[in-house]
């Protein structure tokens, strides 16, 4: 791997059947690198971040991951290196214990063991109660299962995270608590979000806009935009 | 069939009459409407039943294998059209797939139908029709409830299989909640058909060869026949459609095709 960037989009376009959603996206992201996309909403955030993870089809440009061209063949290696933190919180009436252990079940995941004091671990980080794990999803509210989506990206043990709105749903006490783990180093972070404290605590922000992307400087600006 | 208890034509068509009054009495809860599409259903129904009449007594005269083959490949096309227009989805890109499905379920159980009834010779219409139709008539509604249920819940929880996918899942894997629920929800209704069979409602095919004049015993082993061929050609039916459609459907990289699905049932 040695000294290439974790993700590389050279003009990339993407968008649905004929329609162009972004195009002419170039985006270097280096391990270690922490990067939030902001801009308004259906401009692009998500899809861009799905892009990542090949959950959206390139209509133009290459795309490369640890200098690697993205292809069929190489998109079980991508998936299974990244911990993907999806905007909507999981829901419906799997258990706690269940929606966090069905990862183990998959091939990708086979030589990890599920272990409860992962679990334990975890929830001790971002402050969720271990009672929670005979509970069912949807007894839960909206700031626990974004927590829990995040414990199980994390639980892989994997460094790189792209994560959608991850702090949406958190009050200032749980958002600190996730802002500290996740934005602290240890991870490569690409990121999509609205909310200010967030925003600060990431080093690089790209504005996501008119089919475009361009670096800023000022980011909350461009959030507190009417 | 004859002698008593024959049913008589002008007998018959008085006895439409006993729909007068419950026909009455929706009108006067002012349920215009309903009565209205309940006499073109009826009208359907006499004029299809009648016209398959007529056909069957000429097929069945006829007796021919040529015959008798084109029939249940009829029976077939319009069976798979109804279910993938009926399921909402796109009938040009999944006709064969599901055609396959319904041809290898269906055909399967009924080669062990005629292998267990030895009808002389063994393409007689009065065997292979009526028991091609019963598979037929039960794999249409297996095969709706399973495609119908399978794309609405991908559809509606597109996020949480994304989730799941991008996290490293196959695409089965991934999938794997929504085959399960689509099944389950297919096969269900069979399954409580089966427990209550006899208890509650004797079932239409045993009723009516009962009142053709076959000895219960004889009708009951029928009716046994029937129901275990319908269990297993309507689950092998689901099960393959299912599979095969998640292979057209779903791209190498786990993604959707959302034109399988037409526009107006999105």
Redesign the interface.
Known sequence: MGGHPVFQLVSVGIGVSEKALLSGVNLTIGRGDSFVLVGPSGGGKSSLL?LL?????LQAGEFFFMGRPVC?DS??HL??S???I???A???GESVADYLS??F?????SDRPFRNSDVEYWFQQLDLSIELLSSSLNQLSGGQRQRL?MV??LM?GRKIL?ADEPTSALDDESCRKVTDLLLGGDYTVVSASHDPRWITGCQHSILVRDGGVSVVDNPIREVMKP | MSGSGQIGVVELLIFYGVLLLPLLMLWCLGLKDLVKNLLVGVGRMTLQLAMIGVYLEFLFAQNSLVLNLLWLAIMLLVANWHILSRAGLSITSLFMVSLFSVFFGVGLVLVAMIVLVQPEPWFSSRYLIPLAGMLLGNCLTGNILVLERFYSSVSERYEQYMGDLLLGASRLEALQPFIRGALKSAISPLVATLSTLGLVALPGMMTGQILGGAEPVDAVMYQLMIMLGIASSMILCAIINLMLNIRVSFDRYGLMDFSMIKAESR
């Open positions: 799905k993870l090949g959950g959206f089809h069929q998109i079980k998936r299974s990244i911990a993907y999806p905007q909507q999981p829901s419906g069905r990862p079940s998959w091939k990708a995941w989506s199980r990206g892989t792209v």
